[in-house]
Each structure stands twice: as C-alpha cells, then as structure tokens.
C-alpha cells in the first residue's frame, strides 16, 4: 500500500487522565456553581480553525480570552503550556495522559475559574501538552462538559452549551434521537453499525479524522465489507505518531441516520484499549462527519444526541442519508 500524507494536525486525539487524584471528583466539585435549568444557553461564535474542530472563547480568572477545542473524547481539559507559563499557573502533580498512540507522563496546573459564555467552572486540574500538537491554546474536556448539552449548530456556525435537559430539541420534525449509554464519561451510541456490523460509536468532536480500531477493521474483512485501504501516519496531542490505514466506509448507522462514504483511519490507538473495547468494534465519529448535519445537540446529562437532518436544499454530494424506519438488527 502507498503512504497516504495527512496533515499532523487532522488528528488531535483523546487525552484521558488516567493517574493523579480520582477522575469523579474533578468532574463535580463540590463548590462548583450550578446552572439554573431554566437559564437561556450560552451561545457563542464557533472560531474559523484550519481542520474545522470546534473551539470556543475561554477566559481562565477572568482574563483571556483564548479559544479552545471542544473536545468531548478527552475526559480531560488541557491547557497548552505557553498559555500555562503566561499565566504563571501553579503546578499540581504529574499524571499519566493516554493519548491516541499511548501514554506518557504530563504536569497538571491548577486553573482558576474557566468562563465560556454564561457559564463558570471552578477547580480544574489541567495536564500541560504542547500548544504545537494541541493546535490551540486548550482543550475543553468532559470534566468542564459532563452535567450539559452541547449543540453544534453547523449552519449557522454557532454552539450553545447549556444546561442538561433544558429543552426538547426533538420537537423539530427533523431531528432524530439517538439513545446513548456512559462508560467513563463517554456516550456510546446506542443501535448503530458499519455496513451493517454492529460498532460501539463515540462522538469526537476534539478530533477530525474518524478513527476505528483494528477490530472494526479485521471484522470487516472477515465479512468481505472492508474498503480499499492505503497507509497513512497522523500526530497525536503528546506528539507521537500514529500509523494506520484509510479507506472509505459505505455506511455508518445511528439509529435512523446514516451516513454515506465515511473516509475512517483504522488504527490500534490506545484510547479503545483504555475503554476495553479494543476487541470489540468501536468507532470514534470525528468532526468532519459531523459537520454533515445541520446540528448536533449532545446531552451529557441525559445520555441522549439528537442529530438535525440537512435542509432540503442541500446538494446531494453532501453524501446523507435517513431512513425512514431502522434497519433490522445488524449481521452478527
């Protein structure tokens, strides 16, 4: 196969944290403000990136303020380390970061209060990670997100975060719902496979690139429903390589939706190791795919995403399709 050359930027990756002081106390602190349910959301400008990640004006003690991914693979929020040494933020401790290719040791810095749009979160421990690979000065992780609803609206570019639950977006005849159960923070799509193979499917909006490990891949190649595959190599957020192959998924169902022509990079990155599903068929829907909808609405609380189907009026080659009723249960 030849080497395909992407970008070292089209894949960010996720950063879990995986040592340091217990995960479930950094996600609900317990001096932490509330949002008031009943509050409007918080709308902000989704910045102009150059891989088209959504990222989000954050002020860090009430200065900034500076854009950050949004990135709902990482359990984690990171700060790049020239903001951290502008800021002259307080080291903590070191922990150990799992990024896409493995893991490695990182120092934690103490964040004063991040405020993005109307909301404020306290007592965030940060892993430092070079701005370089991060591609802004941060990464907003779940531990800022795990009690809302973030919805991306892509046509109008603009993202609300709000409180879980506040409202209904499955009013709109358009938007389909599709459940989703928790494992570590993440949301795992319920009722969903890849050419017709059931596949646990996360939603990355941290990362590009759509990223399936090499169960998906060996599965359907068993099944003889592999696409045409060639090398490629991509960088993660500690800065080291990963090496996998592309190719170009046919179908990915979720629920009633399903998306056509799916460029995937199958790879044994360490994050569905992590998750204890590097022998079962995973998936890690990046923001490019995304991006087909009109809005993504992703409820933490709630364990739900609704997925806004385009407008009529776009054109065809956006490679969508929705079903009117689901397909029967997926091949074994």
């Given at each position: 196969?030849?080497?395909?050359?992407?970008?070292?930027?089209?894949?960010?990756?996720?950063?879990?944290?995986?040592?340091?002081?217990?995960?479930?106390?950094?996600?609900?602190?317990?001096?932490?403000?509330?949002?008031?349910?009943?509050?409007?959301?918080?709308?902000?400008?989704?910045?102009?990136?150059?891989?088209?990640?959504?990222?989000?004006?954050?002020?860090?003690?009430?200065?900034?303020?500076?854009?950050?991914?949004?990135?709902?693979?990482?359990?984690?929020?990171?700060?790049?380390?020239?903001?951290?040494?502008?800021?002259?933020?307080?080291?903590?401790?070191?922990?150990?970061?799992?990024?896409?290719?493995?893991?490695?040791?990182?120092?934690?810095?103490?964040?004063?209060?991040?405020?993005?749009?109307?909301?404020?979160?306290?007592?965030?421990?940060?892993?430092?990670?070079?701005?370089?690979?991060?591609?802004?000065?941060?990464?907003?992780?779940?531990?800022?997100?795990?009690?809302?609803?973030?919805?991306?609206?892509?046509?109008?570019?603009?993202?609300?975060?709000?409180?879980?639950?506040?409202?209904?977006?499955?009013?709109?005849?358009?938007?389909?719902?599709?459940?989703?159960?928790?494992?570590?923070?993440?949301?795992?799509?319920?009722?969903?496979?890849?050419?017709?193979?059931?596949?646990?499917?996360?939603?990355?909006?941290?990362?590009?690139?759509?990223?399936?490990?090499?169960?998906?891949?060996?599965?359907?190649?068993?099944?003889?429903?592999?696409?045409?595959?060639?090398?490629?190599?991509?960088?993660?957020?500690?800065?080291?390589?990963?090496?996998?192959?592309?190719?170009?998924?046919?179908?990915?169902?979720?629920?009633?939706?399903?998306?056509?022509?799916?460029?995937?990079?199958?790879?044994?990155?360490?994050?569905?190791r992590e998750l204890g599903m590097e022998d079962k068929p995973a998936l890690l829907l990046g923001i490019s795919a995304l991006r087909i909808f009109d809005r993504v609405a992703i409820d933490f609380g709630r364990g739900k995403v609704d997925f806004l189907l385009p407008d009529a009026s776009v054109p065809e080659k956006a490679r969508f399709a929705a079903n009117?009723?689901?397909?029967?249960?997926?091949?074994?």
């Amino acid at each position: 196969m030849r080497r395909l050359p992407v970008s070292a930027r089209a894949l960010v990756g996720i950063a879990l944290a995986i040592g340091g002081p217990p995960l479930a106390a950094r996600m609900a602190p317990a001096h932490a403000p509330a949002l008031d349910p009943d509050a409007p959301p918080a709308v902000v400008r989704t910045a102009s990136d150059a891989d088209q990640r959504v990222t989000i004006p954050i002020s860090i003690g009430g200065k900034g303020p500076w854009n950050f991914i949004i990135d709902t693979g990482s359990q984690r929020t990171v700060i790049a380390r020239d903001l951290a040494q502008q800021l002259a933020l307080p080291p903590r401790a070191t922990v150990t970061i799992l990024s896409m290719t493995g893991r490695s040791e990182a120092q934690t810095v103490a964040l004063p209060r991040l405020g993005f749009g109307g909301n404020m979160v306290d007592d965030i421990e940060a892993p430092v990670l070079e701005g370089e690979h991060l591609g802004a000065s941060g990464l907003l992780g779940l531990d800022s997100l795990h009690a809302k609803r973030v919805t991306l609206n892509f046509r109008t570019g603009r993202m609300e975060i709000a409180s879980s639950g506040r409202r209904n977006l499955s009013v709109d005849p358009d938007t389909i719902v599709v459940q989703a159960r928790r494992k570590r923070g993440q949301l795992i799509l319920l009722d969903s496979d890849v050419n017709g193979m059931q596949v646990a499917i996360m939603l990355d909006t941290g990362t590009h690139f759509s990223i399936g490990n090499l169960a998906l891949r060996d599965r359907l190649i068993a099944k003889k429903r592999a696409p045409n595959m060639l090398d490629a190599s991509l960088i993660s957020v500690t800065g080291g390589t990963l090496t996998g192959q592309v190719g170009r998924i046919k179908s990915v169902r979720m629920g009633r939706v399903n998306l056509i022509d799916v460029p995937i990079l199958f790879a044994d990155a360490s994050p569905f190791r992590e998750l204890g599903m590097e022998d079962k068929p995973a998936l890690l829907l990046g923001i490019s795919a995304l991006r087909i909808f009109d809005r993504v609405a992703i409820d933490f609380g709630r364990g739900k995403v609704d997925f806004l189907l385009p407008d009529a009026s776009v054109p065809e080659k956006a490679r969508f399709a929705a079903n009117d009723q689901g397909k029967g249960p997926p091949a074994p």
